[in-house]
């Protein structure tokens, strides 16, 4: 799959890919939740620490394909230091441009761009939304006041 992709954008996910970010530990995170791609076979678990609204620190553990590791590594390199509304912004541009819609260029997404690589392929698109699904879920369940840290595996399926 990742040979299909346009040169550019492959180069920067399979740099991702290899070289992922978001490898800290995080001993006592305030926000956890995994996500699953059935379609897929990936597997990831997002870690955060947060600092008031900011998020300090993420972990991201993925066992999958190259395009939902790089996924993940970009989510771990651009979320640290942004707050939570930052965060969904990035979360919304992100399934914008992998379903070729319009959004908001002002807002710096970096690596994230070459994401876009893989809206010509529909059932790699759940593979590179998976980190920013679980993220958003976690982040939902922890503004609705839930207690429990750790949540029930969420899918890209919804
Ligand atoms: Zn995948």
Redesign the pocket.
Known sequence: MAEELDEMYRDIIMEHYRYPRGHEKILNPDIINEGH?P????EIEIKLKMDKDKIETVSVNCA??A??TASGSMLAEICEGKTIAEVKKIAAIVKALLKGEEFDENIEIGDIEALQGVKKFPV?V??AL?SWTTLVDAINTRETGATEKRLTASTTES
């Open positions: 791609n379609v897929c076979g990936d999958g394909c395009i939902s790699r759940k593979c998976l």
